[in-house]
Nanobody, 123 residues
Framework: QLQASGGGLVQAGDSLKLSCVAS????????VGWFRQTPSQERQFVAA????????VYADSVKGRFTISRDNAKNTVYLQMNSLKAEDTAVYYC??????????????????WGQGTLVTVSS
């Protein structure tokens, strides 16, 4: 199971850090990803980090502002979001996959999903 948290209401330019805690399984052998979705859009890739540590990928829209990281000892993946914009408003989901490189941006490659945490950025 994956439990995401850390969402909230912030102002444009603020920062927020999301967390996703995994229970069960061997978390360290899964690549992890963050996706987001709004009512008017399909689920959108945000960032991913391979379990090998060899691949870290970001959507162009968040590159330079968001940072994905993980703490395997705590079975937790983080998404540090800086310089938030109104267009970052969405429900954010964490997910895990066995994919290492190719397919990290593809939601269909992910096996398990957290329940989502809402991020609202006011302009």
């Amino acid at each position: 199971q994956l439990q995401a948290s850390g969402g909230g209401l912030v102002q444009a330019g603020d920062s927020l850090k999301l967390s996703c805690v995994a229970s069960g399984g061997t978390f360290r052998t899964y690549s992890v990803g963050w996706f987001r979705q709004t009512p008017s859009q399909e689920r959108q890739f945000v960032a991913a980090l391979s379990w090998t540590g060899s691949s870290t990928v970001y959507a162009d829209s968040v590159k330079g502002r968001f940072t994905i990281s993980r703490d395997n000892a705590k079975n937790t993946v983080y998404l540090q979001m800086n310089s938030l914009k109104a267009e970052d408003t969405a429900v954010y989901y964490c997910a895990v996959t066995r994919v290492v490189v190719s397919g990290l941006r593809n939601a269909d490659q992910y096996y398990y999903w957290g329940q989502g945490t809402l991020v609202t950025v006011s302009s």
